[in-house]
């Protein structure tokens, strides 16, 4: 039974990301009382907020605005209008000394490996075509198989390794096929010599053009706060949720912490909530079972830091961002933050590049002291040739925790579980990446807000016309689709023990 479409509710929305704003936006617009509670003192944005020091702004990785979804287009599009800037995308792949052109140009292959190398990599190819390994268990295995060995050891193992901090040969064949479909030999080779048409590349993952905010994502999501408030709506900053009061079927309110360990307690009449899955379920009061606790523990992140480097040096390189696939430093990609949008750098003949360092908070590596990790930032930039350490003028680190949703195993019997005991909760609805423990980009996260927004009329939870997890990685619904959980960017899984 739906409730009357112009009932006032008020909505508690959990975490200011791209997913909480566009669901604070489209609440508000409706007509009802929004609270946006997020537990940041400064940023809102979340994973896609641009972070400003003194006047430099740099990207938790570089966010490209792209979508197959023309709603959310429409929806950046509305919002930033002339600061919605046309990128022509250059990125490249930084291997032995030498760059390769990403997506690969078979001219700019030959020249980096020399015809002795290329010979190399063919043969190593037809070797794995002719006698391909048998009995494929893993990511290394696959790739070997699909492109010979020469080219795995190029171009996939070393960044693969950096990014998920497992060893190819751990990790299960079945990311390999998931990842890397739609890109073998022969298309690559094919894509290579063709002539580069105008609009986007067929090849899955070389899209050549994107969007971005004149002054990076925060821009857009710094926006839609300001609107939320402008409109009536409220933005709470420095607020944990760390607990919801359940009653029955439903949930009462929700109780924040602030840094000092000051709680408040919100009612609502419902919950939207984007906060790491894990953390929502250990938050509910009252008799969660067991399995369902035991479920949400089992899920794990993958986190990553940024050490931005502010130096004096205008003509560094014009890609936004490269990846570094060297073994011999820790840094998996450099982004060049000027050459997504001028406007990130305040001053004229400087630049700032974001070495992005994948780890795990468990690492003794996340605790470095940030001068340790500008010291190794520096000295990576330097050893890699990209500048002289004396260039460098200052440094930052941002530190980005459960940056990344992983799929371990048996993950997705885990969500199931879960996702059977949010459905008895009437007026509590997870959304966007962490939130449902999705690896996906900011358009997958609006779409699931949006959805959620147009549930919000719904009494019971088997009333909402819309099932969130039917979202795909295009960020479109799919009604006819079983609930989707691997969809999109895989994160890989680790070889099961009897496979
Ligand atoms: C390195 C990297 C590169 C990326 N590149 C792109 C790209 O090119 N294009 C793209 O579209 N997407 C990209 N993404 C993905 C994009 O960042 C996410 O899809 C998007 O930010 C998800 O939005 P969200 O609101 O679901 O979650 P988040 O961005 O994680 O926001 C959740 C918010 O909730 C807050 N929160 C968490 N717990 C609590 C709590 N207990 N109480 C209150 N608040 C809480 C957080 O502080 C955060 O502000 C990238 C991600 C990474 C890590």
Known sequence: MAANQNERLKIVIIGAGPAGLTAGLEAINLGHDVVVAEQDPEYVGGISRTVKKEGYRFD??????????????????????????????????????????????????????G?????????????????????????????????????????????TEKVW???????????????????????????????????????????????????GPGQLWEETADTIVQKGGTILMGQKAIEF????????????????????????DHFLVSMPL?????????????KVKAAASHLTYRDFLTVALVLKDKDLFTDQWI??????????????????????IPEEGYSCLGLEYFCNTTDDFWNWKDEELIQLAKQECSQLGFTSDNAIEKGFVVRAPKAYPVYTEDYSSKIIEIKKYLDTIDNLQV??????????????????????????????????????????????????TKVEFNAGRATPEPIKPNS
């Open 60 to 113: 938790i990785g570089g966010h490209r605005f792209f979508s197959k979804n023309t709603e959310i287009q429409k929806w950046w599009k509305a919002r930033l209008s002339e600061d919605f800037l046309k990128v022509d995308r250059q990125s490249r792949i930084y291997f032995e000394n030498k760059f390769f052109d990403y997506p690969l140009d078979l001219k700019n292959v030959l020249a980096n490996l």
């Open 115 to 159: 015809l002795w190398q290329c010979a190399m990599c063919f043969l190593s190819y037809l070797k794995s075509r002719i006698f391909p390994i048998k009995n494929v268990k893993s990511f290394e295995d696959w790739v070997i198989n699909q492109f010979g060995n020469k080219l795995y050891q190029t171009f996939f193992k070393s960044y």
């Open 165 to 215: 901090g497992i060893s190819c040969s751990k990790i299960s064949k079945d990311w390999a096929a998931q990842r890397i479909k739609g890109l073998s030999m022969s298309q690559a080779i094919l894509h290579a010599i063709r002539p580069q048409k105008k609009g986007p590349a067929k090849i899955k993952t070389l899209i050549n053009k994107f969007n971005y905010p004149r002054f």
């Open 245 to 268: 009061q359940k009653d029955g079927n439903k949930i009462r309110s929700a109780t924040f912490s602030d840094k000092d360990g000051n709680t408040t307690t919100i009612e609502g």
């Open 278 to 290: 894990s953390k929502t379920i250990s938050g509910l009061s009252g008799n969660v079972p067991d």
């Open 323 to 344: 990846y570094i696939h060297d073994p011999n430093v820790r840094v998996g990609r450099i982004q060049n933050y000027k050459n997504w949008s001028k406007w990130m």
């Open 431 to 480: 959304i966007g990446r962490n939130g449902m423990h999705k690896y996906n980009n900011q358009d997958h996260s609006m779409m699931t807000a949006i959805l959620a927004v147009k549930n919000l009329g719904a009494r019971t939870s088997a009333d909402r016309p819309y099932d969130l997890w039917k979202v795909n990685s295009d960020a479109a619904y799919h009604e006819e």
